[in-house]
């Protein structure tokens, strides 16, 4: 059953606001995201390793980005965004890419959804690690070593991300059509 109360905000941050409808206390992300799913041409998964403040630890993610959050970027359409942190936070180029879906994160906790981006075509053109806020390494893990990979990184005390996962059944049910 859709409200068709409008929200109150109930404290104003600069990407965030914290709301309340109908009793109901929620995130809203201010700017778009896109999360992107991007295999090399030798079979590898894309994923970067960042500090992520909120958790205070290492988190194993697919590359991802707000669109929209710099003046620089303000107009820029999600699926060039995700191109252009596809790049930035990898170092790999994307000759095309194409929407797949939009997904909540949190429905209970935000009304954030974010884009799932399918990138291909890719090329290797500089180191990434993302720009001089961020501090990402960068991982390829072939295909047939992620489960165990991701395993491991888990056991060591990382957080892995479960977009991952959807990241990996799309890309299984492709890879059988």
């Given at each position: 059953m859709a409200s068709d109360q409008?929200?109150?905000?109930?404290?104003?941050?600069?990407?965030?606001s914290l709301q309340c409808r109908d009793g109901w206390e929620f995130v809203h992300r201010r700017h778009p995201a896109a999360i992107i799913i991007a295999w090399t041409p030798g079979d590898e998964l894309l994923l970067v390793e960042q500090f992520r403040v909120p958790i205070g630890r290492?988190?194993?993610?697919?590359p991802a980005g707000l669109v929209g959050d710099e003046q620089a970027h303000g107009s820029e359409d999600v699926l060039d965004a995700a191109a252009r942190e596809l790049e930035e936070e990898t170092g790999w180029r994307a000759g095309r890419v194409e929407e797949i879906m939009a997904?909540?994160?949190s429905a209970g906790m935000s009304d954030e959804t974010v884009l799932f981006v399918r990138a291909t075509e890719l090329s290797h053109v500089g180191p990434g690690g993302g720009d001089d806020s961020?501090?990402?390494?960068?991982?390829?893990?072939?295909?047939?070593?992620?489960?165990?990979?991701?395993?491991?990184r888990y056991a060591n005390g990382l957080?892995?991300?479960?977009?991952?996962?959807t990241a990996l059944y799309w890309s299984l049910s492709r890879s059988r059509s």
């Open positions: 409008p929200a109150t905000t109930l404290h104003e941050g600069h990407y965030l290492r988190t194993i993610e697919l997904c909540p994160t961020e501090d990402i390494v960068v991982h390829r893990i072939r295909r047939s070593v992620i489960d165990e990979w991701l395993k491991e957080a892995i991300d479960p977009k991952i996962f």
